[in-house]
């Protein structure tokens, strides 16, 4: 059974660092991967969306990579911000039914 | 553009009651499905939809039941609601089949089941 990780749990970082955040699958078959944003209280708000065939995406200060070999996608955001500070979801598509991780509630300190 | 639109944001059943959590969409999407999210346990699936008239069972879709009729709507009732129902239910769609398209969620439902 396919299964989603996201390592840590939660993570505190001073703002204006760089941080990467981890998600990683058991199949590494060919799938698109998502990172969404959840604030508190909130629905899920797409970040990125990596095709299989594609290794990375970027928008503004956020990185997405997919390596499918070692069945890894990293998000890196740059200079981090206190309006950053959210649970960051992944999620694979392998077919019709997508499966997301668990999460990783980011807090970023003023 | 209103996206995905889901009601009522908050709902207070008791044990043995039945509703239906209403979820639409405006961007003409084929693909729809229902999650919820409770602590510890992230998002699970209970139901999805890849187009008018088509449904399938997700995850955890026992004491859940769905239709399609529209490409627009894709209601989710709760026939006879139980104290582990309690939690957020999100609706989301995309374009197409899951594979390769962005999913586009809703603010979410919070239904508490006493």
């Known amino acids: 059974k396919q299964e989603v990780t996201q390592i840590p749990a939660a993570l505190s970082v001073p703002e204006g660092e760089n941080l990467v955040l981890n998600c990683s699958f058991t199949?590494?078959?060919?799938?698109?991967l998502q990172w969404f944003r959840q604030d508190p209280g909130k629905g899920l708000t797409s970040l990125l969306l990596?095709?299989?065939?594609?290794r990375e995406q970027t928008s503004g200060r956020l990185n997405a990579s997919l390596d499918k070999s070692s069945g890894r996608s990293t998000l890196y955001i740059a200079a981090s911000q206190p309006g950053d500070s959210a649970t960051y979801l992944c999620a694979l598509h392998p077919d019709d039914k997508i499966i997301f991780g668990k999460g990783t509630r980011l807090h970023i300190l003023p | 553009n209103a996206g995905v639109t889901q009601t009522p944001k908050f709902q207070v059943l008791k044990t043995g009651q039945s509703m239906t959590l209403q979820c639409a969409q405006d961007?003409?999407?084929?693909?729809m499905s229902w999650y919820r999210q409770d602590p510890g346990m992230g998002l699970r699936l209970i139901h999805y939809s890849v187009g008018a008239g088509i449904t399938d069972q997700g995850e955890v879709p026992n004491g859940y039941n769905v239709s399609r009729s529209t490409t627009e709507d894709f209601p989710l009732r709760l026939l006879s609601a139980a104290p582990s129902q309690t939690s957020v239910y999100f609706c989301?769609?995309?374009?197409?089949?899951?594979?390769?398209?962005?999913?586009?969620f809703g603010p979410g439902t919070r239904l508490t089941v006493t």
């Open positions: 989301a769609s995309s374009y197409s089949s899951a594979g390769g398209h962005e999913q586009y």
């Open positions: 199949d590494s078959a060919i799938y698109n």
């Open positions: 961007m003409n999407h084929e693909y």
């Open positions: 990596i095709q299989s065939s594609q």
